[in-house]
Nanobody
């Protein structure tokens, strides 16, 4: 069983930055596809960014140029650096781990974290 735990959410003003972290257990962490999704109130969960073991990264169009996803295999952790935040980025952010690609489908993932709240104020 793989455990996925997010951290780093909070309240930030528009234009500000936050960095989310996601720690995932498992001996084969470096081979996982890791993804970030988000869900705003009343909306469906949507893809934000995904990375696979060869460090290929894919982003949703809505966050390209503002968000950066990276991984540290030595720490079994992935990060989501979020800059130039907008009010529409407000959501619960979920981290997920899996073994399939492409990363923009929820079906690529087998394990999900509980989520961390990101709130962007004007």
């Amino acid at each position: 069983q793989v455990q996925v735990v997010e951290s780093g959410g909070g309240l930030v003003q528009a234009g500000g930055s936050l960095r989310l972290s996601c720690a995932a257990s498992g001996r084969t962490f470096s081979t996982y596809t890791l993804g970030w999704f988000r869900q705003a109130p009343g909306k469906e969960r949507e893809f934000v960014a995904g990375i696979r073991w060869r460090d290929s990264v894919r982003y949703a169009d809505s966050v390209k140029g503002r968000f950066t996803m990276s991984r540290d295999n030595a720490k079994n952790t992935v990060y989501l650096q979020m800059n130039s935040l907008k009010r529409e980025d407000t959501a619960i952010y979920y981290c997920a781990a899996g073994t399939r690609w492409p990363p923009d489908l929820t079906s690529a993932y087998d394990y999900w974290g509980q989520g961390t709240q990101v709130t962007v104020s004007s």
